[in-house]
């Protein structure tokens, strides 16, 4: 079966995935689901190691590895490099996250390779970055939680750093990978000429700090953890209902004053305790137990109505079940349907961002290792016979 581009918006590129794990899967993804003609090369089954992402047929990789194509090549053996070089050079875009020794070992560098394709875009995603002291250390999403300042604000006051729950620093290396793909796409387009282009779990970490960032490079201030209430906004937090909890914002004054009169506390306007921000700062846990006390009068649906209603905004606090039961995730089409040969249908959450005229599809479900190489290999006029031989030589 040849490419079923996702979307006909990058359906003219073809990029070969030689991640694994998450990251660079990830930005592979990004890739797939718009179209282009991802092939994922693979060590054949017999030299695979331990399956990531929970096994090929587990959830996890099933998300991860949609769209794309697979091939697999012993890349021990010179005719397997040499077959990928091969491949690679009728590619626009190669995506790895080797050990940062490991593609020049190889021979598969961006150097080596844009001597022969000299418009490629090779995209490198590491722990650390490509050169300087940590460059060689081994990277995991944890690590760069805790080393670009994550876990430093998370969690409850006093009870130690705390890791999110997804595995935040390999998606948004792999988010900012693709993004820089696609910088350096068009960029080609003027140039005529590809580039390297490198990011790592550490980079996007720090990146992703954001204001925290800006707090301490501009005004000094060493954030800290704030539980879940925001550091500088207040009251913004989760407060509780007779019900449960729910997640209330107040930003600004005109929102402060729209809350109190929704909570019937009008005083709370002009009570040196709360009238402005900084003394709702100096004054947030007297502020915070008199809101949950007003709250506890009523359940989180009707508080979610009147807040919202009155421009302030509020919401609940959903396990994925939930999710997936709330009418405005159904509204917006993020599921979607694809069905697999092994293991039937399937419902996976697509891109979050919507092209009108070019829309991005599940068009495959994520393919068993090795499943198109000799379709691909093909496709390079390797004949038969030949992919008989290399077959049978180990090379894939």
């Keep these: 079966m040849p490419h079923l581009p996702a979307s006909s918006a990058l359906s003219r590129f073809r990029v070969i995935d030689l991640t694994q794990v998450r990251a660079g899967p990830t930005a592979c993804r990004q890739l797939a689901d718009w179209g282009a003609d991802v092939i994922q090369v693979q060590m054949p089954e017999h030299m695979r190691g331990d399956d990531t992402l929970g096994g090929q047929d587990g959830s996890d990789y099933q998300y991860t590895h949609r769209n794309k194509r697979s091939i697999t090549l012993n890349l021990k053996q010179d005719e397997g490099v040499a077959t990928l070089k091969r491949l690679i050079a009728r590619a626009d875009v190669v995506v790895e996250n080797f050990r940062p020794d490991v593609k020049y070992r190889l021979g598969i560098d961006y150097e080596a390779l844009s001597a022969d394709n000299p418009g490629l875009v090779y995209a490198s995603i590491s722990g650390f970055g490509q050169t300087g002291p940590l460059a060689s250390r081994p990277g995991f999403d944890q690590i760069a939680q805790g080393m670009g300042g994550l876990m430093s604000v998370t969690g409850l006051q006093g009870d130690g750093p705390v890791r999110v729950g997804i595995p935040i620093a390999d998606l948004c290396a792999g988010i900012f990978a693709a993004q820089g793909i696609l910088v350096a796409l068009l960029e080609r387009e003027t140039s005529g000429r590809g580039q390297w282009l490198h990011t790592s779990l550490l980079e996007a970490m720090v990146s992703m700090m954001d204001f925290q960032t800006s707090r301490y490079l501009i005004d000094g201030e060493v954030g800290?953890?704030?539980?879940?209430?925001?550091?500088?906004?207040?009251?913004?937090?989760?407060?509780?209902?007779?019900?449960?909890?729910?997640?209330?914002?107040?930003?600004?004054?005109?929102?402060?004053?729209?809350?109190?009169?929704?909570?019937?506390?009008?005083?709370?306007?002009?009570?040196?305790?709360?009238?402005?921000?900084?003394?709702r700062s100096v004054n947030r846990d007297a502020l915070n137990a008199q809101i949950n006390a007003r709250l506890a009068a009523h359940d989180?649906?009707?508080?979610?109505?009147?807040?919202?209603?009155?421009?302030?905004?509020?919401?609940?606090?959903?396990?994925?079940?939930?999710?997936?039961?709330?009418?405005?995730?159904?509204?917006?089409?993020?599921?979607?349907?694809?069905?697999?040969?092994?293991?039937?249908e399937q419902r996976l959450v697509g891109q979050p961002v919507q092209l009108e005229r070019t829309p991005s599809t599940i068009a495959r479900a994520a393919p068993r290792r090795g499943e198109h190489t000799e379709e691909v290999l093909s496709e390079l006029g390797l004949a038969t016979d030949e992919l008989a031989r290399m077959k049978s030589n180990g090379v894939f």
Aim: proline share 6%.
């Design 224 to 279: 800290t953890q704030a539980g879940n209430f925001h550091p500088t906004s207040i009251p913004t937090g989760v407060y509780k209902a007779r019900d449960g909890y729910l997640n209330i914002a107040v930003f600004g004054s005109k929102s402060w004053e729209r809350f109190c009169n929704i909570l019937g506390a009008p005083e709370w306007i002009a009570d040196p305790q709360f009238h402005d921000k900084p003394s």
């Design 300 to 344: 989180r649906a009707h508080w979610i109505a009147q807040f919202n209603e009155g421009g302030v905004a509020c919401g609940l606090i959903s396990d994925m079940r939930e999710v997936f039961e709330e009418p405005q995730i159904a509204h917006l089409g993020m599921v979607k349907h694809v069905v697999s040969q092994r293991l039937g």
